[in-house]
Structure formats: C-alpha cells, structure tokens
C-alpha cells in the first residue's frame, strides 16, 4: 500500500512538472508569487514573508538552462563556421524559450511556499517533538501492560503522513490559490501520524 501510495505520488509529481510549464505562462507563477507573498504577510507577519522570499530568490538565483550547452570559450571556437553560428542560434532561443521561463517560475513559486512553511520550522518541530514523545510514552505504557499492538493502525498513519508529504510537493507546484494554512497543517497532520505510527508499530514488522 505504501510503494502503491508513494509510485502514484511521484508520478503525479513528474507529469505536473513537465506539463505545467508548457501550459502556463510564467506570468501566472509569478502572479501566485506576488499574491501568496501578501497572503503570507498578512497571516504571518511582513518579517516572515519578506525571509521566505529571500531564500525563495536566493535558492533559484541560478535558473535552469539548457541542457548539452558547452561553455562560452568552445562556443566562440565554432562561431567561425556556419553550422557553429546556426548552433550557438538555436541554444539561445532554448535558452529563452516560454518553456524554461515558465519553469524557472514554477520552481521560485515552490521554493517560495516550502520557505514560507521552513520560516514554522520551530513550532513544527516542537510539536513533533510532543508528538514522538507521546507516541514512545504510549509504546511503553503499551508494553507494561502487555496491550496488542495495531498493525492495521500503524500502516493506516504510515499512509496517511505519506499521503501529507506528498500532498504537500504536489500542492506547492500548483498555480492556484492554495490556503495559507494548508501546507502547515499538512506538516501538523504528518507530525501526528508519526507519533501514532510510533504507539502502534509491531515489534516483528522489521523481520523476515
């Protein structure tokens, strides 16, 4: 169940990123960038939205280029020939095509909404710390009183904070309106799964 969840995940994930930059133009990316920006400064504070997008810009500072392109001294060395001019032609319009803009947006618009959630690193982390606290206190209460454990739970939360993850990659590519709250409520949800997944993992699931 869980290599099912995580291989349609992932696929999903492929194709929103080759097909998304071909039928979105770079605008959009940019617009959800601009309009997240103040939905964040609103929520959260100017401090934290102004951070996320400085370590969004900072992280793609480099864009993506086209692949196979050699470097500038070995691309002057064939400019003296036609079939080298035509080359060097063809490498700058893939260099500026729509294609590459609009997926050098995609990635600032993912980049910007996972730093805006980094920027809740402290309080995530504090609760899941409260959540791997509870779920080893539960174990050990579990063991002294020689309770069962639930496989059927434990796959369930295994699933189900996979499915968070991977909901949260997916949904930080997308070029819609996605509530401020989503991904940190995401990253809470994937937060308790790990503490039950912990109560209620059983002791032969490692073996065989």
Not at 13 to 23: D, E
Not at 179 to 203: D, T
């Amino acid at each position: 169940m869980i290599r099912v969840v995580s291989i349609a995940s992932l696929l999903v994930l492929l194709v929103l990123m080759l097909y998304l930059p071909s039928s979105t133009p770079a605008s959009a990316f940019f617009d959800r960038v601009r309009a997240e920006h103040g939905l964040h400064g609103t929520a959260w504070g100017q401090g934290h939205a102004q951070a996320a997008l400085a370590r969004a810009l900072a992280a793609v500072e480099r864009p993506v280029a086209a692949p196979l392109m050699q470097a500038t001294s070995a691309r002057q060395g064939r400019a003296a020939t036609a079939a080298g001019r035509q080359l060097d032609t063809v490498g700058q319009r893939i260099l500026g095509s729509g294609y590459l803009r609009s997926l050098n947006a995609l990635l600032l618009l993912a980049v910007f909404r996972l730093a805006a959630l980094a920027q809740l690193a402290p309080g995530l982390l504090m609760l899941a710390g409260a959540c791997l606290a509870d779920g080893l206190v539960r174990r050990w209460v579990k063991s002294r009183e020689f309770s069962r454990h639930h496989p059927e739970i434990w796959i369930a939360s295994v699933c189900l904070g996979w499915l968070a993850v991977c909901g949260a990659v997916i949904c930080s590519v997308l070029p819609i309106a996605v509530p401020v709250a989503l991904l940190p409520l995401l990253a809470s949800v994937l937060c308790v799964c790990i503490g039950i997944a912990i109560a209620n993992y059983p002791a032969g699931a490692g073996r065989g």
